[in-house]
């Protein structure tokens, strides 16, 4: 979107929108966070340690996004060295989110179909080294992308200004190929392994006695990860959104653009408290003491619960 096709008043009104969406939606996935440091309870259990790394990342991806959208309007032209950085890390966090996933659904998987070898295999020594990794797997497609223009382009042009979003500097047919192939394979990938939890949970559940709860559970788990999938590829086919409805509606582009931006990079950020977080009793209890600032009225300790 560019601000020049916009009047002022409702370039106005769309950043206020996104800024105070992003403000609210970082206000509620900060309590959860600050409801995880603040409880030692939650330090040695992998499963939280891997949620709250969702949030976190969620925070800093909402961030990036907000920032570059304000920035569009703000800043119509923006220093390619400082716009690339910022796409750097845009891509990155986006990247993380379905992996992210995988491996929850895989620790789940574990907990519930080995239950004898998860304290071995899911430590969290182990589970903060997969974090590293999963943070240096999803930079590697982010940097592809600027490598892809430092050959295509004299180095030069990164002490020019363009307006900054991702097809404005990454538009060649390298960058169009590395995108498919690379989101197909990482996608593809974080699917199969959501199949093969979902299912290896429900066999599971069907033959132990003990603890159904758990097991179903678990399997509600896993399928909030795949709506949760199903939501970061709207990022994906946005184009193909866009251009639907753009051809049924040619008269409201502006508006067209903006409902996809806030669908597919704005709501999305605040599901993983809404779908995850409340559904736990361990971390929604502290949660909730945070929100109704009882914490300092009086001292709970919660049950551990599992979900």
Not at 112 to 119: A, G, S, V, W, Y
Not at 258 to 275: G, H
Request: hydrophobic letters at 50%.
């Amino acid at each position: 979107m560019n601000s020049s096709q916009n009047p002022f008043e409702e370039a106005f009104m769309k950043n206020l929108i996104v800024v105070g969406l992003g403000g609210i939606i970082t206000y509620i996935d900060g309590i959860f966070v600050i409801a995880f440091f603040k409880n030692p309870v939650f330090y040695t259990d992998t499963r939280y340690i891997l949620y709250i790394h969702l949030v976190i990342n969620d925070i800093i991806m909402l961030f990036l996004s907000v920032t570059l959208h304000v920035l569009v309007y703000a800043v119509p032209l923006l220093n390619v060295t400082v716009c690339s950085f910022l796409l750097l890390f845009a891509t990155t966090t986006k990247e993380n989110t379905p992996l992210n996933l995988a491996g929850m659904a895989l620790e789940r998987y574990i907990a519930i179909c080995k239950p004898l070898h998860h304290p071995q295999l899911c430590t969290v020594k182990r589970t903060y080294i997969f974090i590293g990794l999963m943070w240096l797997q999803s930079s590697i497609p982010a940097l592809t992308d600027i490598i892809i223009v430092l050959v295509n382009e004299p180095i030069s042009i990164f002490s020019t200004s363009i307006t900054c979003y991702s097809k404005s500097l990454f538009n060649t047919n390298q960058h169009l190929i590395r995108t498919i192939s690379v989101e197909s394979l990482y996608l593809s990938c974080v699917w199969m392994t959501l199949f093969f939890t979902y299912f290896g949970v429900l066999q599971a559940a069907k033959a132990i006695t003990s603890d159904q709860v758990s097991a179903r559970k678990a399997q509600n788990t896993i399928l909030l990860h795949g709506l949760q999938l199903l939501l970061c590829m709207l990022g994906y086919i946005t184009p193909i959104i866009n251009y639907f409805f753009l051809a049924l509606f040619p008269n409201y582009r502006s508006t067209v653009l903006f409902s996809t931006y806030l669908m597919a990079n704005v709501i999305p950020r605040l599901l993983s408290p809404l779908i995850y977080g409340f559904r736990d009793q361990k971390m929604f209890r502290y949660v909730k003491m945070y929100l109704t600032c009882s914490l300092f009225l009086t001292k709970i300790e919660p049950n551990e619960v599992e979900s």
